[in-house]
């Protein structure tokens, strides 16, 4: 099982990769960076990474149980969303993707045993990233990934 350096090498891998974190969305704070960062300044990007993050989590209409499935949570008041301290709760969505004309960023929220408020940050040139197969390697990444 990697941990957050493996992960972050592992995400650097993939096609077309220019740089990776792993951030609180909650705080705001990189608990890992490697590669390049959006704009230069890794402090800032996690910074923007998590209220990108924190926008959509909170939203309800992205909850879990949103299109009127009563099984899924989401929809009773409060909402339900990682941040919550319930203990080894789901994230509140799986992931976001972010497109411009020369790059994709992919948000892939991680759940782990605590409070759930992690996500990973990929940023992918578009020219060579394949946005398909990031999805679906850091989804893999984020269920193997140990954070203690």
Same mark, same amino acid.
């Given at each position: ?9 592992? +995400? ?33 990007? +996690? ?79 578009? +020219? ?5 197969? +990031? ?14």
């Amino acid at each position: 099982m990697p941990g957050i350096d493996d992960c972050l090498l592992e +995400a650097m891998r993939l096609p077309g990769a220019r740089g990776a974190a792993l951030v609180d969305w909650t705080s705001g704070l990189a608990l890992g960076t490697v590669g390049e960062s959006p704009g230069g300044d890794q402090e800032a990007a +996690a910074v923007e990474t998590a209220e990108l993050a924190r926008l959509a989590a909170e939203q309800h209409a992205f909850a879990p149980g949103a299109d009127g499935d009563t099984h899924g949570g989401g929809t009773r008041e409060g909402g339900t969303h990682g941040g919550d301290a319930h203990g080894g709760d789901d994230p509140p969505i799986e992931d976001l993707i972010i497109s411009n004309r020369d790059s994709y960023h992919l948000l892939r929220f991680v759940r782990t045993s605590f409070d759930s408020s992690v996500c990973l940050h990929l940023w992918l040139t578009r +020219a060579e990233g394949n946005l398909a197969l +990031a999805r679906i390697r850091l989804g893999e990444m984020a269920g193997r990934l140990v954070l203690e």
